[in-house]
């Protein structure tokens, strides 16, 4: 089982988006997702989205907001993996060349029309829900199969 964050940053009407295109090997290649990583032994999900978060942009958040927490089972056809979701609107520091990727400032109406994992399209509005929500995403070979949510 593998313990992940993962953090969509928000200002003035853009979400800071990472376009996956420069790890050799990486099972999210050509797609653009939010920030994040996995959880070392004994951090909590708060000090990790602020860990990764400032390791890939060089930005350091505050106050980040859980909104709830996705299942996928086996999704790199191995592991179950559980995501923590955050977004953060508080934050300071200078983008850097992550070496995940290419950081861009996309606006939010444009953010759905982006490569993103199928699953992606369907959670990401939930981030401007009130509501907290537990999801399940069940992917086999790289294709969405099902998913399942429970809002709080």
Partial sequence: ??????????????????????????????KW????????????PEACV?????????LRI???????????????????WYV????????DGELIDSREGVLRWVPNDEVLSLPLWEGDRIFIPWLDEPHCFSARFVYKNGILQSHEVTFY
């Fill in 84 to 91: 923590f979701l955050f977004t953060a609107t508080e934050f």
């Fill in 50 to 58: 602020i860990r990764e978060v400032e390791e890939e942009s060089g």
């Fill in 62 to 80: 505050r106050n980040p907001r859980l909104h709830g927490v996705i299942t996928f089972p086996a999704f790199d056809g191995f592991d179950d």
């Fill in 1 to 30: 089982m593998k313990l992940a964050t993962l953090c969509y940053l928000r200002k003035n009407g853009h979400t800071l988006m990472l376009h996956r295109i420069k790890k050799k090997n990486d099972m999210h290649q050509g």
């Fill in 33 to 44: 997702n939010g920030l994040g990583g996995k959880l070392e032994p004994g951090e909590s």
